[in-house]
């Protein structure tokens, strides 16, 4: 089993930045994607970026230019830095781990963005 623990959410102003954090612990391949979803009131959870071990990345389409996902290998930690802000990107913001074997989930951690 993969244990996920996110930190960095909390409140912040339109145009504002935060950086979110994911340590992943346990037994953990050494090809896998990592990225991080978000889960809006009364809408599904949506994949916002995702990085691959070996170092390709990828981001959806409303967070091109603001959002930036990277990784650290050796302590098996993802990173998101969310600049420019907005409104719209206001989520419980969800780790996600993919292997061969199955999907692991961290707890969330919540992003509140005000105008």
């Known amino acids: 089993q993969v244990q996920l623990v996110e930190s960095g959410g909390g409140l912040v102003q339109a145009g504002g930045s935060l950086r979110l954090s994911c340590a992943a612990s346990?037994?953990?391949?050494?090809?896998?994607?990592m990225g991080w979803y978000r889960q809006a009131p009364e809408k599904e959870r949506a994949l916002v970026a995702r990085v691959h071990s070996a170092g390709s990345t990828f981001y959806t389409d409303s967070v091109k230019g603001r959002f930036t996902i990277s990784r650290d290998n050796a302590k098996n930690t993802v990173y998101l830095q969310m600049d420019n802000l907005k409104p719209e990107d206001t989520a419980v913001y969800y780790c996600?781990?993919?292997?061969?074997?199955?999907?692991?989930w961290g707890q969330g951690t919540r992003v509140t963005v005000s105008s």
């Open positions: 346990g037994r953990i391949s050494g090809v896998n994607f």
């Open positions: 996600n781990l993919l292997d061969n074997v199955r999907d692991y």
